[in-house]
């Protein structure tokens, strides 16, 4: 195998692994955000419980479960250094990226 065409493997290589990073991560943002959201509805369902158990006899009272603590600077490291998450596309890496096969010239 040629130079060129080891350096346009490499890259085809290096291309697939950002892709496959690229989505990991973005899985990963998204499962936050879905933990985020169901928190705070918790915290909202449990405010209501509260206001419901207020009015009723103790001997009716139940137990409510405890909601699970949300550590802001654990779960949004990137808040406290000020990073985003930066998103972009490469037009050359999506059409690489989109062919099942790469045809080499001869040269």
């Known amino acids: 195998m040629g130079m060129p065409k080891l350096k346009i493997c490499n890259l085809f290589l290096f ?3 950002f892709k496959i990073k690229d989505n990991f991560n973005s ?4 499962l936050r955000n879905t933990k985020t959201a169901l928190i705070e509805r918790f915290n909202e ?3 209501k419980l509260k ?24 779960e ?7 990073v985003g998450y930066l998103r972009f596309e490469v037009s050359v890496a999506a059409n690489i990226l989109a062919c099942d096969t790469v045809e080499f010239g001869r040269h």
């Not at 949004?76 to 000020?82: A, C, I, L, S, V």
């Open 15 to 17: 291309l697939q692994l």
């Open 27 to 30: 899985k990963v943002y998204d």
């Open 45 to 47: 369902l449990d405010a």
């Open 51 to 74: 206001n419901i158990h207020r009015e009723l006899d103790p001997t009716q009272r139940k137990l409510l479960s405890e909601i699970p603590k949300f550590d802001e600077k654990l």
């Open 76 to 82: 949004f490291p990137e808040r406290e250094f000020k």
